[in-house]
């Protein structure tokens, strides 16, 4: 997760255009230097760019798996554009379908907790290892044969262009993603109207609502991304939308998922009841690992 001076970044300025430029400096975004931070705030930039109205703006661009559930004092979510793909891939040297395809004692790569505990729940006679580094060094890891795959967000490599990198996509109903994956979190200062006002002409709502939910859940187990759990919303028809999650040891062990339903118009609500459901079920040392994460 990243720290706090990571989260406040750098301040890079968006080419004045016409309709703004005439009046005080350009907007400002916030971002890290990685070559994914940067795609990523540039996807927001073209978005205001479209959408822009006369005025100074700060803001801030997160991947939304990465920022903590409990919100910064001062800011808020000003926007949340259309989600990509949430799911994870698994990238290697040669094409794969799947897990499947990997052989007994085969070495994957993740640096994500949630990732370690599915794999070795899905296929415990692999040998999961960690990993660091962005995304491009992972890549070259897994071409390179040092691993013989790696797990990574869909989405990072659509952003970088990496599209064709995504060997084998994993199911969504058994690999479950991290809470916000795929969806950029925009931050400002919750009393700059002007900015709340600029940044919500890309706001996605679909994606928000999923977000919320999504966020919610992670609140409800303490907040904390490092956290072996996972949790997805989607809408089902014009009725109800539907959360389905899991929660295990570090290990994947005493995995517990669940699944459930509920009205439109609350998607906190699923998000806290799919945790608590989880909690009731997990077992002491599942419930143990919570609690010292809620207390770190």
Partial sequence: MPTDAERSGSSRPL???????????PVRLATRQSALALAQTRLVADALAEAWLAG?????????????????SG?????????????????????????????????????????????????????VLPIRGNVDTRLHKARSGEFDAVVLAAAGLDRLGLGDELTAPL???????????????????EDDTRVLGLASA?????????LRAERAFLATLGGSCTLPAGAILSRRGDSHLEIQGFLSAADGKGLVRERLAGPLD???????????RLLDACTPQVRALVESVRLA
Avoid at 202 to 210: C, D, E, K, L
Avoid at 266 to 276: F, H, I, Y
């Fill in 15 to 25: 080419p004045a255009t016409d309709a703004g430029s005439a009046e005080g400096p």
């Fill in 75 to 127: 800011l808020v979510l000003a926007a949340v554009p259309e989600r990509a793909d949430p799911r994870d891939v698994l990238v290697a040297r040669q094409p794969l379908s799947g897990l499947d395809d990997l052989q007994p004692g085969a070495s994957v790569g993740t640096g994500s907790p949630r990732r370690v505990a599915l794999l070795r729940w899905l296929r415990p006679d692999l040998e």
């Fill in 266 to 276: 609350d998607p906190e609500s699923l998000g806290q009841v799919l945790a608590t």
């Fill in 202 to 210: 890309i706001t996605h709502r679909p994606s928000r609502v999923a």
């Fill in 171 to 189: 199911d969504p109903e058994l690999f479950t993603p991290a809470p916000g994956q795929g969806c950029l979190a925009v931050e400002a200062r």
């Fill in 56 to 72: 100074r703006a700060d803001l801030a661009v997160h991947s939304a798996k990465d920022l903590p559930a409990v919100q910064v």
